[in-house]
Nanobody, 126 residues
Framework: QVQLVESGGGLVQAGGSLRLSCTGS????????MGWFRQAPGKEREGISC????????YDADSVKGRFAISRDNAKNTVYLQMTSLKPEDTAMYYC???????????????????WGQGTQVTVSS
């Protein structure tokens, strides 16, 4: 059974930082492209960033460029999202997802991703 478990969310003041982690089990993690996504109440899901199995970053949303950075450690079956200079509009539930490296996908919309985590809440206060 494949599981993706996110952690690291919480409440932070504007301008602060958080690092999210997503650890996978039940899959050959190194064979998957990983992505981070978020969804705020009343809004559509937004793709944040995606990273290939060899750590090539294929997508960074304009809204987070220069502030967020995706990385992965295949030895730990974990993908990270380092978030800095957080803004109140970054408040959302953050999800990680996995898609086979050989499959087609859309990072901006999250289409094609096979496995999803349950999410971790990030709240940024002003």
């Amino acid at each position: 059974q494949v599981q993706l478990v996110e952690s690291g969310g919480g409440l932070v003041q504007a301008g602060g930082s958080l690092r999210l982690s997503c650890t996978g089990s039940g899959l050959n993690f190194a064979d998957y492209t990983m992505g981070w996504f978020r969804q705020a109440p009343g809004k559509e899901r937004e793709g944040i960033s995606c990273i290939t199995r060899i750590s090539y970053v294929t997508y960074d949303a304009d809204s987070v460029k220069g502030r967020f950075a995706i990385s992965r450690d295949n030895a730990k079956n974990t993908v990270y999202l380092q978030m800095t200079s957080l803004k109140p509009e970054d408040t959302a539930m953050y999800y990680c997802a996995a898609v086979s490296s050989s499959a087609q996908y859309s990072c901006s919309g999250g289409f094609g991703f096979t496995y999803w985590g349950q999410g971790t809440q990030v709240t940024v206060s002003s």
